[in-house]
């Protein structure tokens, strides 16, 4: 096990107990019990459209209740995840969970709205990942067109040729694409014309700065104009406050997630959000 791992562990254990590779082992397995035991659930965050204020999508994010350790939030295990494989397992549980639930509510009549899952650098790099989603689609029943997948900036860096293919496959099944958290990772904006994506999603660190740091706002401008000019779309992450909001209208941004307008909730909460089907801004 690598240093960065060690560091992953201090941050989550408490400072009284003792940090060696047993504990990482324990909690390994804690993962793949929590994954055969249904400890595991998805929280769901509402994708709002800027200009009508209606819900647009939403994005899957998995929760942990952890038997003795309560709510353990994914920045802390999905790092861990990573590390020993368990993501795999991990991932597969996610997109499985987030198609079947969909297609509950395509059933219940509810206007279907795209739902997005977050793949791990790792299971995006593997050559079989586009079939494995296809097979989970129909295993499911889902509609391709009704799901979307979010692939960090920082993993589509790592060994980008493979992840372009497996991008352009999943895209012929009819899949959407976003890349996520962009900005913090090493690409630069001209690299956006070779991702075969349909959305781009802002991080929250510039998104937060745009009334305060000039030099944030500009850079979101900036690419909410470039991905404009090759017909990309742009997701606003962390909208916290309504000024926010304003900016992103003034500049033309389409879409935004944030606790400005709901923070990830459980199935049922999200239900209601699409049962009433009124405007909510
Ligand atoms: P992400 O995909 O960029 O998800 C956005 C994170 O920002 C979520 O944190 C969400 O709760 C949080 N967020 C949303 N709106 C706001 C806001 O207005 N203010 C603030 N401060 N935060 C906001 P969460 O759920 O803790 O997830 C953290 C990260 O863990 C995700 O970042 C994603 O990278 C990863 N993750 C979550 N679920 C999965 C999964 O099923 N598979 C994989 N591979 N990664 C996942
Ligand atoms: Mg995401
Ligand atoms: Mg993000
Ligand atoms: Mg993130």
């Not at 000024?243 to 606790?259: D, I």
Request: with cysteine; charged share 30%; hydrophobic share 35%.
């Amino acid at each position: 096990y690598s240093k960065m791992n060690g560091r992953q562990l201090l941050s989550f254990y408490k400072p009284e107990m003792n940090r060696d590779y047993n504990q990482l082992l324990s909690l390994e397995g804690d993962l793949r019990e929590a994954i055969s035991k249904n400890q595991l659930s998805l929280y769901y965050q509402p994708k709002v459209d800027v200009r009508t204020g209606y819900i647009s999508g939403m994005e899957a994010l998995v929760r942990w209740k952890h038997p003795e350790k309560g709510m353990i939030s994914p920045g802390e295990f999905i790092p861990i995840a990573e590390e020993t494989g368990v993501i795999t397992q991990l991932d597969d549980w996610v997109l499985r969970e987030a198609c079947k639930q969909s297609q509950v509510w395509i059933d219940r009549g509810y206007a279907p709205e795209r739902i997005a899952v977050n793949v791990s650098a790792r299971e995006i790099q593997r050559r079989d990942y586009a079939e494995k989603v296809r097979n989970i689609l129909s295993e499911t029943l889902l509609d391709p067109r009704y799901l979307e997948i979010e692939v960090t900036e920082d993993s589509v860096m790592q060994n980008t040729e493979q992840c372009i293919r497996t991008m352009q496959d999943l895209r012929a099944l009819g899949v959407s694409l976003s890349i996520d958290d962009f900005g913090t990772g090493y690409s630069s904006l001209s690299y956006l014309r070779e991702f075969p994506i349909h959305y781009l999603k802002i991080d929250q660190a510039f998104i937060k700065g745009v009334l305060t740091e000039p030099s944030d706002a500009e850079i979101v401008k900036a690419m909410i104009q470039l991905a404009d000019a090759f017909q990309i779309e742009v997701v606003a992450e962390g909208v916290e406050r309504e000024e926010v909001l304003g900016f992103l209208r003034e500049n033309e941004c389409s879409y935004y997630q944030g606790y400005h307008f709901s923070k990830p909730v459980p199935a049922e909460e999200m239900e209601s959000y699409l049962s009433k089907k009124e405007k909510y801004q």
